[in-house]
């Protein structure tokens, strides 16, 4: 029923993970990368596929995820960084009963345990019920001192 809600969160966990792993440089982040092409309407308008990740990148920046400094055309969001509510968020342990259960060495558990990693799991095995759990956790209120980061 609300699939604009799914891509929403399929958006914005891409958008904001391309931004983590090039963090702290800015980039370029174009839509077609995020989602990949979408043939332009008759009268030569993005789709409204694309219309929407421009919608979901420029709320992300409106909701202090990301900065950037400005679009190019409809295409793609210019000198786009994490934030650091962004970075923190992505950054930040989440509880995983498995991974308490593994017997990986520390480093890499630390590093599995972020949200990031999970989101980037999710989203490699098309997870999508999964992916929507981690993006709400992601955008939920901050709880100040709440977990802890890589």
Do not use: N
Request: aromatic share 8%; net charge negative.
């Amino acid at each position: 029923m609300h699939l604009q809600i799914d891509d929403f969160y399929q958006d914005a966990s891409r958008a904001l993970l391309a931004l983590y792993r090039a963090f702290p440089r800015k980039t370029t982040l174009y839509i077609d990368d995020l989602i990949g092409y979408h043939e332009p309407d008759e009268y030569g308008l993005p789709a409204v596929r694309h219309q929407s990740c421009l919608g979901t990148l420029l709320w992300l920046g409106e909701e202090g995820y990301l900065r950037h400094e400005g679009t190019i055309r409809h295409e793609a969001l210019e000198q786009a960084v994490l934030s650091e509510k962004g970075f923190l968020r992505l950054s930040g342990r989440i509880a995983d009963a498995a991974l308490t259960d593994s017997h990986l060495p520390p480093s890499v558990l630390r590093v599995h345990a972020t949200l990031a990693w999970q989101l980037q799991e999710s989203l490699a095995s098309g997870d999508s019920e999964r992916l929507i759990q981690l993006a709400r956790r992601l955008f939920a209120p901050s709880q100040s001192g709440a977990g802890d980061t890589v």
